[in-house]
């Protein structure tokens, strides 16, 4: 996985004009002392190194960070001073190139507070947002959005696809101050919608009313048996009978094989299990619907959106097999 041109975090300032918080291009080896690789016991960490990779448009300006061992953790993350997104759009952007036809490996990235210890950086470690694509086998190939809230990741309700060939791609997070987002991939918008319906941060508005039930006489089934459908004397048939053309064998011994029966063969009188005829069920209501009141647990929250305190970004990520490059 080749990460490139360019990791950024933007917070805009007006329609016209936005303040660049962090970016990174990976444009030399200085990469090597502001980024810091976690040293978490008990992982196995690959490391990155700086390359354009197998193919590029001009091999300089296209370097960037790739992952070089394969079954390996990687974790990767630096700290810049601390902003908020406050009355503002927050935009999450970078480059990823999965020229190796990735089989299962991550390719996001995470955005943290003060509270990040790029020495201890690991799966576990708490995050405020989770962004970009994450590819394992034919049933992963999506593209994460994962927000914390209170304490607790939640994951998008959608399902976006990303891209899963060997070529560059630009993935961008716009989270906007009216609790609404967008994704885009390659500038192209693939998902939008509102933050509080799209994620589980807030309990639901209304919930169903405890104290109501079905009424005993409630009838939902349209239709009944008809009481005045009878049974056929000549229906109960059995469903296999002897074969009648069959044969006792000229060599069987009723001693020794014992005695000959036919073998069994479906009846062709044989009907089935009998069931009424239905009609029309007079008494039909309709599908009882259970009644909802307001949640009282519910409260509503106009800073979803918001992150107090943005201080560091990184890559904690596994992969299985071949090299993927950012």
Same mark, same amino acid.
């Given at each position: 996985?080749?990460?490139?041109? @360019?990791?950024?975090?933007?917070? =805009?300032? @007006? ?21 810091? *690789?976690?040293?978490? &016991?008990? #992982? ?39 902003? @908020?997104?406050?009355?503002? +759009? ?19 990235? #995470? ?6 210890? @790029? ?21 992963? !190939? /999506? ?6 809230? /209170? ?34 991939? %390659?500038?192209? !918008? ?6 509080? *319906? ?5 309990? &639901?508005? /209304?919930? !169903?009313?405890?104290? *109501?039930?079905?009424? %005993? ?44 029966? *036919? ?12 069931? +009424? ?7 039909? /209501? ?7 009141? %307001? ?12 992150? $107090?305190?943005? =201080? ?12 993927? $490059?950012?």
């Amino acid at each position: 996985m080749l990460l490139k041109t @360019s990791l950024l975090v933007l917070v =805009a300032i @007006s329609f016209t004009t936005a303040e660049v918080f962090f970016e990174e291009n990976f444009d030399d080896d200085t990469w090597e002392t502001t980024w810091e *690789a976690s040293e978490h &016991p008990g #992982k196995e960490f690959g490391k990155f190194k700086r390359t354009s990779g197998k193919f590029f448009n001009d091999e300089e300006k296209d370097k960037g960070i790739q992952t070089s061992e394969d079954f390996r953790f990687y974790a990767l993350s630096r700290k810049f001073p601390a902003f @908020s997104n406050k009355d503002k +759009p927050l935009v999450i952007q970078f480059r990823v190139k999965h020229e190796q036809n990735i089989d299962c490996g991550g390719g996001y990235v #995470k955005v943290f507070d003060s509270s990040l210890s @790029s020495k201890e950086l690991h799966g576990d470690s708490p995050y405020l947002i989770m962004f970009g694509p994450d590819i394992c086998g034919p049933g992963t !190939k /999506k593209v994460h959005v994962i927000f914390s809230y /209170k304490g607790k990741n939640h994951l998008i309700n959608k399902d976006i696809r990303c891209k899963d060939d060997v070529y560059s791609h630009l993935y961008t997070l716009i989270v906007r101050p009216d609790n609404t987002y967008e994704v885009l991939i %390659d500038n192209e !918008k693939v998902e939008s919608g509102s933050l509080e *319906a799209d994620w589980d941060f807030l309990p &639901p508005k /209304k919930i !169903k009313d405890p104290s *109501a039930k079905k009424p %005993d006489d409630w009838e939902d089934n349209a239709t009944i048996d008809d009481p005045e459908d009878t049974k056929p004397e000549d229906w109960d048939k059995p469903q296999l009978i002897p074969d009648k053309d069959a044969v006792k064998p000229e060599d069987w011994d009723d001693e020794m094989d014992g005695e000959w029966e *036919a073998p069994q063969v479906n009846n062709p009188e044989y009907k089935g299990e009998w069931k +009424p005829k239905q009609i029309d069920n007079p008494k039909y /209501k309709g599908p009882w619907v259970h009644p909802e009141i %307001d949640n009282p647990e519910y409260t509503p929250d106009d800073a979803l959106y918001l992150r $107090e305190e943005i =201080a560091g970004i990184g890559f904690d990520l596994w992969q299985d097999h071949d090299h993927d $490059e950012l």
